[in-house]
């Protein structure tokens, strides 16, 4: 894992339970919002959800959200900008991947209207509660973007009388350092948090320096009955982009730059707030919800200056009503979504592009507990999206347009408990991915080289799961299989320059999770995923694209992790991490001469605590692989064995030493 982007959070060096610490259940939070926007038990939720508690963050040793989720089988992360925030892929997307997961931060999107990466550098680890993750079905509660599935990082509350502080400082290799704190104040009624990171580092290449800075603030209200929470933060991001390299280049010089002088300047801000309350034996809530993104950066070896501006504005009113009837208990949920995108970008040769986006959606969950151990869930989502967009700087009838959509999702699953803790569900749906403002847009696309908006069809995928899953106090087993067939995916045609809509496409595969404590000082896991991800009709050019595989979609990715405590204080962590060979991007022909290399890579940190001061080290990639996430072939005739890929970090090291203060 890129040691820069590991450091982007280290505010996350955490305690970890002690020697003595009795056997507990690995999934020691049982509270799951991802799947109804309401809070529940784990064992509730009709499909295979897997969380990531607390206590399995601080065992784990991830000292970022990247971290804590490549653990999960499914999830896939790649670096294709040479930026600290990595391109996420679930379930077989490729390039798209960002576009096909949702990410959400306490049930609100974090996903831009761009062909962009999350913000994972912002979310620091130490900030976080918990992660859910719902597989494949969270478009009828959500929205577009969810076909993959939907991560939902639920961040840390104050608790009643808390009164806690954290420093931390870090450092180590490519001149990196890091300092941070958060804490918590509360009294009985009202509580306070507060989150502030800063980092520098030269990073692995060249041209590659970053300085973040990120603070946060929130308030919240601790007695039952009307419950109110407002949080509001900043973060500002300067960061040097160095390009891919050449096959060459990565012989000869892997850690230059390409593009000496590119760049991209972020400044973000957001206001969260949320009401909770029970009214007549339902349950309210509201989330309201603003955030701004600006960015100024030069792209594409200087040739490229843009001056980016984002804006989107959130209401999300909802309520659930729990119910017997028929010797049953059901629950409905219901609710309305309203978001307001607007985007504005200056660009090099006076292109200036404006899009805004509505969204209005109503939607529906009914969930069923038969007397048969047997829940039943069925939801719909009707969605309307109006959009508009065009280059001012253009008087061309091509160059600007609207567009107005009708969308829908729907889902049906079911879980069925058995004894001895094991559970099988089963479900199948509809979701869907609305294209982005950059996938619409092209400023030389037009008939004269000149800017045009041509709008995509939705891209719809009706998906289908089968799983079985097991608990108990020391172990947790989770196997499925997916099935997922497109319609209009959403793609850039490399030969033709533009984003088009595909020709059906598919993607099925199975996973597998397995962590096993045997006791109370040793734990172990392995998850594993194999992934099919095909064209199923189509061509390129004169070449048809049946039965190819989608570029950037490695069939097997798997990941080893041990945890030892050796005393009550020291605890050491060991992860290897297996890709296996890909298709370089630009190969929808599968024609290229060779595969990207699978790679392995071993990770090993250790913590050690001395009263209320914890020090921590790792060490990344411990055998020093030279491997690369992400390549693109050349289409060049002239070039043919050429590609350009961006080069992971060599074997890096990092150090923190972390005190806390208070309860």
Do not use: C
């Amino acid at each position: 894992m890129n040691k820069l982007f590991q450091a982007a959070m280290t505010g996350a060096v955490l305690s970890f339970p002690s020697h003595a610490q009795e056997l507990t259940d690995l999934v020691t939070e049982k509270v799951v919002v991802t799947a109804t926007r309401f809070e529940q038990t784990s064992a509730e939720v009709p499909i295979g959800v897997t969380i990531i508690s607390r206590q399995q963050i601080e065992e784990s040793g991830a000292d970022t959200v990247v971290e804590a989720l490549s653990r999960v089988a499914g999830i896939g992360f790649r670096d294709n900008t040479g930026s600290p925030d990595w391109q996420v892929d679930f379930r077989g997307f490729g390039v798209t991947g960002d576009q096909n997961t949702l990410v959400l931060v306490d049930g609100l999107r974090i996903n831009d209207n761009e062909v962009s990466s999350v913000r994972w550098s912002s979310i620091p680890l130490a900030s976080v509660q918990r992660i859910e993750i719902l597989r494949g079905g969270g478009a009828v509660l959500y929205g577009s973007g969810a076909t993959g599935g939907v991560i939902n990082i639920i961040t840390r509350k104050p608790m009643a009388e808390q009164h806690t502080a954290m420093v931390e400082t870090g450092g180590g290799s490519y001149r990196t350092a890091s300092a941070g704190g958060s804490g918590f104040v509360a009294g009985e009624q009202v509580g306070v948090r507060a989150n502030a990171q800063y980092l520098t580092s030269d990073n692995y290449r060249d041209n590659n320096a970053l300085r973040q800075r990120i603070a946060e603030f929130g308030a919240f209200t601790l007695q039952p009955g009307v419950q109110l929470g407002l949080s509001v933060g900043a973060e500002a991001q300067d960061l040097g982009l160095p390009g891919a390299r050449t096959r060459q280049q990565l012989e000869t010089d892997r850690r230059g730059a390409t593009n000496p002088d590119d760049f991209s300047d972020r400044d973000s801000a957001f206001v969260r707030g949320h009401a909770r309350a029970e009214v007549g034996g339902a349950e309210l809530a509201v989330d309201v919800a603003e955030r701004r993104k600006e960015v100024t950066a030069l792209l594409d070896g200087g040739f490229t200056a843009l001056d980016t501006r984002a804006d989107v504005r959130t209401f999300a009113p909802r309520t659930r009503l729990a119910y017997p009837a028929l010797g049953s208990y059901h629950s409905l949920v219901a609710g309305f979504d309203w978001e307001q995108w607007d985007y504005t970008s200056a660009r090099t040769g006076g292109a200036n592009v404006a899009a805004d986006q509505q969204i209005r959606a109503v939607y529906a969950q009914h969930s069923s507990d038969l007397p048969t151990a047997t829940r039943l869930t069925i939801g719909a989502r009707r969605q309307r999206v109006y959009y508009e967009a065009g280059d001012t700087s253009s008087a061309a009838a091509y160059a600007s347009g609207s567009q107005d959509l009708d969308v829908a999702a729907y889902e049906f699953a079911v879980r069925q408990t058995l004894a001895a803790g094991w559970a099988v569900h089963g479900r199948f749906g509809r979701s869907f991915r609305i294209a982005t403002v950059d996938e619409i847009y092209s400023q030389f696309g037009g008939p004269v080289f000149d800017p045009e908006v041509a709008f995509l069809e939705p891209q719809t995928s009706h998906d289908s799961e089968v799983g079985i899953e097991w608990l108990a106090p020391s172990a947790r087993l989770r196997a499925a299989f997916f099935h997922l067939n497109l319609e209009n995916e959403i793609q850039f045609n490399p030969v033709t320059f533009e984003n088009v809509n595909l020709d059906p496409t598919r993607r099925y595969g199975t996973e597998l999770d397995l962590v096993w404590k045997p006791s109370a000082l040793f734990q172990l896991g392995l998850s594993y995923v194999y992934t099919v991800a095909q064209f199923e009709e189509g061509s390129q050019g004169a070449i048809s694209l049946e039965g190819k595989t989608v570029p950037l979609v490695p069939r097997h990715r798997a990941v080893a992790w041990i945890g030892r405590n050796w005393s009550q204080v020291t605890r050491v962590t060991g992860e290897v991490r297996y890709v296996g060979e890909q298709f370089f991007d630009n190969d929808q022909t599968n024609s290229f001469v060779e595969k990207m290399p699978a790679y392995t890579v071993i990770d090993l940190r250790m913590s050690h605590r001395i009263g209320r001061l914890r020090l921590s080290g790792s060490i990344e990639n411990v055998a020093n692989v030279k491997y690369y996430t992400y390549g693109i072939r050349s289409l060049n005739p002239l070039t043919p064995a050429n590609f350009n890929a961006y080069p992971a970090p060599e074997r890096s090291f990092f150090v923190t030493a972390e005190y806390r203060f208070g309860d």
